[in-house]
């Protein structure tokens, strides 16, 4: 498992998850890593796999650089989704940590 | 710092087994809006929960955004409104559900009475008014506490509960007595309780707080499913890690909602609580631990297992818990509960039984409408003796199903769910009840 170097604004960025699951298409990771970059987010870690033609992949971002309201962010992914056909999910990542990190 | 493993997890809890965080409650103090003149009484109540709550319901769906958990339900709960009635609580309970209505939460809870020692003047009036209350708003929830292991049991007001809910069921009969869905009878009841129809915002509190109720028996029974046949050191542990991984998103979203309203954080209430939805019923844990149905003997070992197992998991991953934390047994609302019922399996007295080692008590259960006033105070007493013994909070909140008798089942409809009608013992207790008095604290009160 990767490491990153916690630096103090490692700590304090908003950082979401993004879920992208649907069919597998050529161009899925480029189409949704362009969107986010057009909105200036940061992609901090991605993984992805692809289990019976189905594509799964988790990304985790920082959200800070966008200066957009997280629904604002979330509705502007929906064109990708209605091009993509992908399901998108986009959480902040605390929930995770809540549940997973003492 | 992406643990695949970790997050589909989650978002399987989430997704597919039914956790959420059932509630968030904005407890208010409201002592200081009484007033000698109760239509001046009612405006100021008005205008404080317009004012304190008016961002409660926004913030609780942005969290849910953001979070990607549902919130199922934004409540408010106030100070017991006896203590603020000086005159007629009835234009109070009108202000209040409509202020609920305003700031668009799904219940408000405290109207109240707390009587477990004796009935102030306000107390008796309010009491009066519980029937017509509960028949006429549509968000206001009722509680009167009737006994506490300190005070003993209070058997003038179990008489009079007894009464009251006869007459509430008898007006609230079209909707299948749904009015006494929205009225809890306690003993030892808790101050920072996030659940309805119980929660009010007790003496104790501060000005307001900010208490989570969670849920998420489906995630429970699901976990299980993986250690079938095991013995039940791993069925405790297996529940335990579960209650600390919900209890921890209870609180992440209690401490974001304080924040995000600049309203202190209580507590989180480590709570079961079921929804009729299929897998999402404490009933079902049971089930899975072996039992063919809830109400099967050993039940009341395994839910005695639960219940602890579920407070040891969630107290660690929570600053301040609170409320009543542990599994919930309702009948009308657990899909489990209700196929027991049906299948004859749990009668009224194993629920009885179950709430020794439960989290509250007897709630939810749709008993024949010809049951008496008496019998339903003998249930109240028998339910607070266990509760005032025991030192722990004990309930009734039972429906009389006007017009219908065993078997016939009624409907409320949504997270109050349907139930079958119980049969109630029949022999009589009218001398027993027509007493009246207190019965005294029991020895181990006497703890200073």
Do not use: W
């Not at chain 1, 979330?74 to 809540?98: C, G, S, W, Y």
């Amino acid at each position: 498992m990767k490491r990153f170097q916690l630096s103090e604004a490692f700590l304090f960025m908003t950082k979401a998850l993004i879920s992208v699951t649907g069919l597998d298409s050529t161009g899925i990771i480029a189409r949704v890593a362009t969107r986010l970059s057009e909105m200036n987010i940061n992609i901090l870690d991605i993984t992805q796999t692809i289990l019976g033609g189905y594509f799964t992949m988790l990304m985790v971002v920082d959200l800070d650089g966008a200066h957009l309201s997280f629904e604002e962010i979330d509705n502007e992914l929906q064109p990708v989704r209605d091009e993509l056909k992908m399901t998108i999910h986009m959480q902040r990542m605390d929930i995770f940590d809540a549940m997973h990190r003492i | 710092m992406i643990n695949t493993g970790e997050i589909l997890q989650t978002m399987r809890m989430i997704q597919e087994e039914n956790f959420d965080i059932r509630t968030i409650t904005l407890g208010i103090n409201l002592l200081d809006c009484s007033d000698p003149n109760p239509q001046r009484c009612a405006e100021r109540i008005y205008e404080k929960i317009c004012r304190v709550a008016q961002n409660l319901v926004h913030t609780g769906e942005d969290i849910e955004t953001e979070f990607g958990i549902p919130i199922v339900n934004k409540r408010i709960s106030v100070t017991p409104v006896s203590m603020i009635a000086q005159g007629d609580p009835l234009p109070i309970a009108i202000a209040l559900d409509r202020a609920a209505a305003e700031v668009g939460v799904n219940f408000l809870g405290g109207y109240s009475a707390l009587m477990h020692k004796g009935a102030t003047d306000a107390d008796e009036r309010l009491l009066a008014s519980i029937p017509e209350v509960l028949s006429t708003t549509n968000l206001l929830c009722s509680s009167v506490n009737v006994a506490s292991t300190r005070a003993g049991i209070n058997m003038n007001a179990v008489r009079e509960m007894g009464l009251i809910i006869k007459e509430t069921a008898s007006r609230t009969a079209d909707s299948d007595g749904l009015g006494c869905a929205k009225l809890v009878v306690f003993a030892n009841a808790v101050e920072d309780n996030p659940f309805m129809a119980g929660a009010f915002c007790g003496i104790g509190e501060p000005e307001c707080a900010i208490n989570v109720g969670v849920s998420g028996p489906g995630v429970v029974k699901v976990a299980l499913e993986s250690v079938r046949g095991e013995p039940f050191d791993v069925v405790a542990e297996t529940i335990k890690r579960t209650a600390f991984k919900i209890t921890r998103v209870g609180q992440l979203v209690a401490k974001e909602a304080s924040r995000r309203l600049n309203i202190p954080f209580g507590i989180v209430d480590l709570s079961l609580a079921p929804t009729p939805a299929r897998g999402d019923s404490v009933a079902h844990i049971l089930t899975e631990m072996g039992l063919e149905y809830a109400g099967a003997p050993g039940t009341t070992a395994a839910l005695a297992l639960l219940n602890d197992a579920v407070k040891k998991g969630g107290i660690m991953a929570s600053n301040h818990v609170g409320g009543l934390s542990g599994a919930f047994i309702p009948v009308s609302e657990d899909i489990g509960m209700i196929e027991a019922v049906s299948a004859g399996a749990l009668t009224l007295e194993k629920l009885e039984s179950m709430t020794c080692v439960c989290s509250v008590g007897l709630d939810m259960i749709a008993i024949p409408g010809d049951t008496s006033a008496e019998t339903i105070s003998g249930i109240i007493a028998d339910e607070a003796a266990i509760g005032m013994i025991n030192n722990k909070t004990t309930a009734v909140r039972i429906i009389p199903a006007v017009g219908k008798k065993a078997g016939d089942r009624v409907e409320f409809g949504g997270l109050l769910g349907h139930a079958p009608v119980i049969p109630v013992n029949p022999f009589g207790n009218r001398s027993f009840i027509e007493r009246g008095g207190r019965i005294p604290a029991p020895v181990h009160s006497m703890r200073n």
